[in-house]
């Protein structure tokens, strides 16, 4: 079970680790330690060492990860309800319902998603709630589309027509026959969307859209690290590594569920 | 020495031993037929000798000489590029959609390493399997063909390269009753012609009747009976093939003891169904035109056609799960609205029982739950002690135990799940069960139990049947007036035993002659 399942126990790992660092490091993660600033790695106290202003390496990357997490499941909460919500109505309402409501998911995919959540940042300004919305707006066409497609299948199936002949109400129906028979389909791509979410938000970041300092994610801890990797690849390698492990974990996990429900 | 040889034969997967002591023999020129029900290893023993399915055989496997069991892959791949063809049940998924009719059976002919047929030689080979206009169809894609005309193509493929020995795994189970009867008749002829010897695999005993010389009847992996197919249909030695024979319906049978029907209670007047035709083209399918059929209180009326014939989309028109587009249906001389506007004292009159019936009962749902759900909706008023006792007392009228409620769907054979999907058909005590090819997906044992069920059911309620179906024999078993449909229209009808004796209609011969 764990060896089958070590991609998501990883994930896990590195949740717990994030969550629970800070109530033992001594530091946090936006103090700076003016006797030990650019120290090296593995010099007490400072693990990992410092950055360029003598804040704890090991402290950021566990902030930086908390956030970028949190960023992800939020939006992929999002792009969960609004995607069932959208697909499961077009799909199940049929004809020019259906049209309608997909013409206007294939018209928000053709839209750069770049720039609307750089539009977005300039109108409302930065703030985290703002990232989770833009994400979460965006990444819900994929989950819409899936769920319309499945909701179109079920709906020929013959245990949903003796279910309307039982004179079970439409909206009964939806509730009780089809998305529980959806859930796993669901759930496997909210599983593919939490690892492109992260990366998302990663972009966002590092072009300097995300999160405002000194809060920070891993998206911004790379970037850091890229202005300074001549001097400290540590400070590169270390948050870079973190995201393609949790990027790679989420992903195979995501994609051995899909697997098991399509 | 016969042609192919299978003695003591045993099948293992994953461990488990799913065939055991399995011989017989096939004959050049002859047709052994393996008759079975699901899971009864017949399609594993005809496939696996061959490596053509997950598991691993041991015995003896002769064809022509070579011993497949202790052959090498080289000798076992000239095996089956050589000496054997093969035709399969699916003919949809048998041939491959991007290439042409003419390139799939190029391929076939140079498998066993003969020169590259002239394209004069493909047409002859299209013709000789019964397809008109061979040069043409060369050039076609799979999915231009009908699935008689794909089966066709699929065996001109499996004797290109005049092999010894055919298998064919339920080659014509996909298709509709008429077409089966051509496609045996082609078998037969080409089996004579080439001096085939073939391998037959069928569920349904009625369809090998008169094509297989030899006869092996299996049932959970192991041989029950074999010998010549006559010997065995006149006096079955063992007591599973008496009870198969018993269960497979035929036309010259005994007629069934039927009650005497009442009143008018549905009817259909002019009633059409039409469907706008898929993706951007414009028109419409007119799948049902102008049908007019009725049925009497404790009737049976069986709806019989070929596939396409608009049988099924009629039966979702009267149990309101189906749109209609023009007519009226009446009950008790009452209109009936249509889909949407059913109320519960509506709904309750008429309930539908499907074809599939694994599909038929939602996997998530629990038996009890999947049993009470019309209650719930069609009796509000009752409580929950009631309800469970009343899903009991169906589950009872089914001949299923209580413990079956509490289990899963995914957890049911066909046969019991099935008796679900009539369980909760029957418990709100409708007039009319609308079935829609109710036992055609069953194995012909189980099926025969379900008709026996559904004419209990009649005999203890008075309920009136709508049985609609492509196999005559089978509707013969429980229904006193026949509809025969074709292309949306009701061609023919009356009383079932006169129907039979007298077809009128060209389609009413075909039906009546295949079963």
Request: net charge neutral; proline share 6%; aromatic share 4%.
């Amino acid at each position: 079970m764990l060896k089958r399942h070590l991609p998501l126990a990883l994930v896990l790992l590195i949740a717990a680790l994030a969550l629970l660092l800070p109530f033992f490091l001594p530091w946090s993660y936006d103090q700076i330690d003016w006797d030990a600033v650019r120290a090296p790695a593995f010099s007490e106290p400072h693990i990992f060492g410092t950055d360029d202003i003598g804040r704890d390496r090991l402290a950021r990357l566990a902030a930086g990860t908390r956030i970028t997490l949190l960023v992800a499941m939020a939006a992929a909460l999002v792009s969960l309800v609004v995607g069932i919500a959208w697909g499961a109505t077009a799909g199940w309402i049929g004809g020019k319902v259906d049209e309608l409501m997909m013409r206007i998911v294939d018209g928000l995919y053709a839209l750069p998603f770049m720039f609307i959540v750089i539009l977005l940042m300039v109108v409302f300004g930065r703030s985290i709630l703002l990232v989770f919305v833009g994400i979460g707006l965006v990444e819900w066409l994929t989950m819409a589309r899936v769920v319309r497609g499945q909701v179109m299948a079920l709906k020929q199936r013959p245990f949903i027509l003796a279910a309307e002949a039982a004179g079970t109400p439409s909206t009964t129906i939806v509730l009780r026959h089809i998305l529980p028979n959806i859930a796993g389909v669901a759930l496997a791509y909210l599983m593919l969307t939490v690892p492109q979410v992260v990366m998302v938000e990663s972009f966002l970041s590092f072009l300097g859209l995300g999160v405002q300092e000194p809060l920070t994610s891993l998206g911004i801890l790379v970037k850091e690290g890229a202005d300074d990797m001549d001097m400290a690849p540590l400070g590169l390698l270390l948050p870079g590594g973190l995201l393609v492990l949790i990027l790679v974990c989420l992903t195979i996990e995501g994609e051995r569920l899909r697997d098991r429900f399509s | 020495m016969s042609l192919y040889e299978i003695d003591q034969l045993a099948v293992e997967i994953a461990g488990k031993r799913l065939v055991q002591n399995v011989s017989l023999t096939v004959e050049a020129g002859q047709c052994t037929a393996i008759i079975g029900g699901s899971g009864s290893g017949k399609s594993l023993t005809c496939l696996t000798p061959f490596g053509l399915s997950p598991g691993i055989a041991s015995g003896a496997m002769i064809l022509d000489g070579i011993d497949l069991a202790s052959a090498d892959h080289q000798q076992l791949r000239n095996a089956r590029s050589r000496l054997t063809g093969f035709v399969f049940q699916q003919p949809q998924t048998a041939l491959t959609p991007h290439l042409t009719v003419g390139s799939q059976l190029q391929e076939a002919a140079m498998q066993a390493g003969s020169p590259r047929p002239s394209r004069k030689e493909l047409a002859l080979m299209l013709e000789r399997v019964g397809l008109t206009r061979a040069d043409e169809r060369l050039d076609q894609f799979p999915h231009r063909l009908s699935g008689g005309e794909r089966q066709r193509v699929m065996i001109a493929a499996a004797i290109a390269h005049h092999p010894k020995l055919l298998i064919a795994d339920e080659p014509t189970s996909a298709l509709d009753a008429s077409l089966r009867a051509e496609i045996m008749d082609l078998l037969d002829e080409l089996r004579a012609e080439h001096q085939l010897g073939m391998l037959l695999v069928s569920h349904d005993l009625a369809s090998v009747e008169g094509h297989a010389d030899q006869l092996v009847v299996m049932a959970k992996g192991r041989l029950v009976e074999k010998g010549a197919t006559r010997t065995i249909i006149t006096r079955p030695a063992k007591d599973y093939t008496r009870r198969l024979i018993a269960a497979t319906p035929r036309l010259d049978e005994a007629p069934p003891k039927l009650g005497q029907p009442g009143e008018p209670l549905l009817e259909t007047v002019d009633v059409g169904v039409e469907f706008p035709r898929p993706g951007w083209r414009s028109g419409k399918i007119r799948a049902v035109v102008n049908a007019d059929i009725m049925i009497r209180q404790g009737e049976s009326l069986a709806l019989v056609g070929g596939s396409g014939s608009g049988k099924s989309t009629l039966g979702r028109a009267i149990a309101g799960i189906g749109p209609v587009t023009s007519g009226e249906i009446r009950w008790q001389g009452a209109p009936l609205p249509g889909r949407r506007q059913r109320n519960l004292a509506m709904r309750q009159l008429i309930q539908p029982v499907f074809q599939d019936p694994v599909a038929s009962l939602d996997p998530q749902w629990r038996v009890e739950d999947i049993v009470s759900e019309p209650l719930r909706n069609l009796r509000p008023g009752l409580i929950a002690v009631d309800r469970s006792e009343m899903a009991r007392q169906a589950m009872l009228e089914v001949d299923l135990t209580e413990d079956f409620l509490s289990r899963s769907p995914a957890s049911l054979s066909g046969g019991q799940a099935q008796r679900v999907a009539i369980a909760r058909a029957v418990i709100a005590a409708p007039q009319l069960l609308v079935l829609d090819e109710a036992t055609s997906a069953l194995d012909p044992l189980v099926g025969a139990e379900i008709l026996d069920l559904l004419l209990r059911l009649q005999a203890d309620n008075g309920l009136s049947l709508l049985f609609i179906t492509h196999d005559v024999a089978a509707a013969r078993r429980i229904c006193h007036r026949i509809a025969v449909m074709e292309e949306g229209r009701i061609v023919e009808s009356g009383a079932m035993q006169a129907v039979i004796e007298h077809p009128k209609h060209p389609a009413t011969q075909r039906l009546v002659a295949a079963s």
